[in-house]
């Protein structure tokens, strides 16, 4: 499983409150990044991070911010959940090595936006 | 921009049946190109890397780079292959992943 947490692992929450959902790593890889998952739409890349305070936005990226203080920790933020947020998100990390271009990835979380 | 298309988004076979998902994808550059499995609320595996040129469970997957093709295949399926298939598209600098909309396999018994 290449290291990788994630928590809370599920979360109902209101629409219009802040969430933070954390992805833990333990394998020091320089790449992190966050997806969200909905049917018929695959994965979907929300933000990304090549290093401590290094980030860049993804395909849909309106509406959450991401922060990296740590090489272990990535977190992201939905700054005032929305029930188009309901969905279940993914972060992974890129393998190390010289050519190595896949991802892993951690257990997912299950967001709920009431 | 890179993109890539799996057309069905089920298939459903008999076990022993051959199988095969299929994988399209645009790119100018040079594709690195990933098949990635997704048991019943697990997390994804990566299954199969073109570049590798392995078979996993019996899976193999070959790049045509004149039809712009990854299509995955089994000769005989199996029960436990039942799963969400996904098949991805790596950019040059090897940072970013886009993912196609996935397949439901069902295999029945």
Redo the contacts between chains.
């Keep these: ?1 290449a290291g990788i947490t994630q928590s809370p692992r599920h979360k109902v929450t209101e629409t219009g409150t802040p969430v933070t959902l954390r992805c833990h790593q333990t394998e020091n890889h320089r ?1 992190m990044y966050w ?1 969200r998952q909905d049917p ?6 929300i933000h ?1 991070s ?1 290093g401590v305070k290094d980030t860049d936005k ?1 395909e849909v990226s309106d509406g959450y911010s991401v922060s990296r203080s740590k090489t272990e920790d990535f977190l992201l933020t939905l700054e005032s959940a929305t029930s188009s947020q309901t969905s279940v998100y ?1 972060c992974a990390i ?1 393998g190390s090595g010289l ?10 979380t299950r967001l709920t936006v009431t | 921009a890179q993109r890539v298309t799996q057309p069905e988004k089920l298939l459903s076979v008999f076990k022993g049946a051959p199988v095969e998902l299929k994988c399209n994808y645009s790119y100018s550059g040079s594709p690195e190109l990933f098949w990635y499995v997704q048991y019943s609320r697990q997390r994804l595996q990566l299954l199969l890397r073109h570049i590798s040129r392995e078979s996993i469970k019996g899976f193999t997957a070959d790049l045509n780079k004149g039809e712009t093709s990854f299509h995955l295949k089994k000769p005989f399926a199996q029960e436990e292959d039942s799963a969400m298939y996904y098949c991805a598209l790596s950019n040059n600098a090897g940072n970013m992943l886009t993912f196609g909309g996935g397949t439901r396999l069902m295999v029945k018994p």
């Design positions: 499983d790449y997806y018929g739409h695959g994965l979907r890349l990304y090549y993804g993914f890129r050519g190595t271009y896949e991802q892993y990835f951690g257990p997912g």
